[in-house]
């Protein structure tokens, strides 16, 4: 059965102070993995898909990385408007349509 | 372009009720999907359209039925709402199925009483 654990469940951060979210999973054949944004109120926005270990994308203040078991999203120097709980999910192989998500990080940057 | 648009916003159905939760995209995308989101339960796939014509069952299908009226359209369907429906409900869509980003509408939020 695919997994994808996501930790910390919530991160408070001070304006300026970087860190990471983990995510961290098992599936069967990897085809995809991605990172969504999501606003409270609002439906996930896609941020970053990631294909094989050693791959690496950003995007201003976030980086997403990958490994054989886990992906990591950083975040330098945030600002308050990167507050939001941000949702990672894998897309295993074999022709399968359907993803697994994880429960998300729910990330509160502080003026 | 819209990307992707969901009606209605809000609604409040009685148990026993029935109702349609209307999705479309303008983007050309092939696939659909109909999620929804509860605290603590992150997004769980209900059903899914790989391609006009086509339907499937996601993790949670039971209690909803689907149709994919043409490829921009794509309905979710509850025949007897229950207390255990009330829910957050997202459609999204991708260019096509598997290692393709989806794009999410602004959601469903449905109460059953």
């Known amino acids: 059965e695919d997994q994808v654990t996501q930790s910390p469940e919530a991160l408070r951060l001070q304006e300026g102070e970087s860190s990471s979210l983990n995510c961290s999973y098992t599936?069967?054949?990897?085809?995809?993995l991605f990172w969504y944004r999501q606003d409270p109120g609002k439906g996930p926005e896609f941020l970053f898909t990631l294909y094989s270990a050693g791959e690496e994308k950003e995007k201003e203040r976030l980086k997403a990385t990958l490994t054989k078991k886990e992906s990591f999203l950083h975040i330098t120097a945030p600002k308050p408007e990167d507050s939001a709980t941000y949702l990672c999910?894998?897309?295993?192989?074999?022709?399968?349509?359907?993803?697994?998500f994880g429960r998300g990080t729910s990330l509160i940057v502080h003026p | 372009n819209a990307g992707v648009t969901q009606t209605p916003k809000f609604q409040v159905l009685k148990t026993g009720q029935s109702m349609t939760l209307q999705c479309a995209q303008d983007m050309n995308h092939n696939s659909m999907y109909w999620y929804r989101q509860d605290p603590g339960m992150g997004l769980r796939l209900i059903y899914y359209s790989a391609s006009e014509g086509t339907t499937d069952k996601g993790e949670v299908p039971n209690g909803y039925n689907v149709s994919r009226l043409n490829k921009r359209e794509f309905s979710l369907r509850l025949e007897s709402a229950a207390p255990s429906q009330t829910s957050v409900y997202f459609c999204a869509s991708s260019v096509a199925g598997g290692s393709y980003e989806q794009y999410f509408g602004p959601g469903t939020r449905l109460t059953v009483t």
């Open positions: 599936v069967s054949g990897l085809r995809g």
């Open positions: 999910a894998v897309q295993p192989g074999g022709g399968s349509y359907i993803p697994t």
